[in-house]
């Protein structure tokens, strides 16, 4: 299996060009892509501010740091760009999107900015509304154009919805994976034999453009999960119809139905649905992360019952008290 380089860590950025709205003043309006001829607005309107800085690289317990490493926990409630629409932004339009729920659209901010800009770049801004001062770091790069100050492409658009839907967990837990595919301009997000050695179950495909009325979507890359299996990633890999309570995200079945693989097998290049095609992202989760009923562990996605299935599971979480089952 091809093992792409990470060249990312611990690199320098110097070879990309400034940022022309850190060294304008461009609002956050313009930078999340208003139309063409946005200007700068006065320096005191809580301009946004990138930067460029070190950032300690996401650690797995045994040391393991790769790009394509991160964490889920961004709610299905959060899967919204309203407040970043493509057409007619204005920064007042962003500022009473985000105060609307200052606390779920700051974290949604921070897996835009996770997924977009590169590891070593932040994103500041000051909440007119509040005071309060937000600073979200990069990670993915998967949005170059878009981190440099431009519109986001289609590709970009299209590249940031199947990062945050592959980010997105109903559980609202923070579940490690790893994230595989290629940025807006087809470069593959750097991975390591020893990521893909560790996060050896392959779970979900994500794709589709949350800034069109497209959708987000998923599927999975595996086999369903048996009646006796369940997962906390249930938005990607799902039994039947578990994908079901993760909307908007629409569960579409198997990746390999609508989606071509690399050249080494390792991840989805594009998926095609409804006549669309999607530049879409792969995830791989460790296999602990899927459990089982009968080992002895009552999961927060095991039901107590009389039975051997994940919604039933008596040896895992004993009968259900009476009137329960």
Not at 34 to 51: I, K, L, Q, S
Not at 187 to 208: D, V
Not at 274 to 294: A, F, Q
């Amino acid at each position: 299996m091809q093992q792409v380089p990470n060249t990312n860590q611990g690199s320098s950025v110097s070879n990309r060009r400034p940022m022309p709205w850190a060294r304008r003043g461009f609002t956050l309006a313009c930078l999340l892509g208003a139309a063409a001829g946005c200007e700068p607005e006065d320096e005191r309107a809580a301009p946004v501010r990138a930067t460029r800085q070190s950032a300690e690289s996401l650690q797995s317990p045994n040391g393991l740091s790769v790009n394509g490493l991160s964490v889920n926990g961004l709610s299905v409630n959060g899967l919204s760009v309203n407040g970043l629409s493509v057409n007619g932004l204005s920064t007042q339009a962003f500022r009473e999107w985000f105060n609307l729920n200052p606390s779920l659209n700051e974290v949604t901010m921070r897996y835009v900015v996770r997924c977009a800009m590169a590891e070593s770049e932040s994103l500041s801004w000051s909440n007119p509304h509040t005071g309060g001062h937000h600073t979200w770091q990069g990670q993915l790069a998967l949005a170059p154009g878009w981190s440099a100050g431009l519109p986001p492409s289609l590709s970009e658009q299209q590249a940031i919805t199947a990062c945050l839907a592959a980010h997105a967990n109903k559980f609202g837990l923070h579940i490690p994976i790893s994230v595989l595919g290629r940025d807006a301009l087809g470069l593959p997000i750097p991975y390591t034999g020893r990521e893909l050695a560790m996060y050896s179950e392959r779970e979900a495909c994500f794709f589709g453009n949350l800034f069109t009325d497209e959708g987000i979507h998923a599927a999975n890359d595996r086999p369903e999960l048996r009646d006796s299996e369940s997962t906390s990633r249930a938005c990607g890999l799902s039994s039947r119809s578990e994908g079901s309570g993760c909307a908007p995200i629409a569960h579409e079945g198997a990746c390999a139905d609508f989606c071509t693989l690399d050249s080494t097998r390792t991840y989805y290049t594009h998926c095609t649905l409804n006549g669309v095609t999607y530049r879409p992202l792969t995830t791989r989760i460790l296999p602990t992360d899927i459990y089982r009923c009968g080992d002895g562990v009552c999961q927060h996605t095991e039901s107590c019952g009389t039975g051997n299935t994940f919604d039933s599971c008596a040896t895992d979480c004993g009968a259900c008290p009476k009137g329960l089952d």
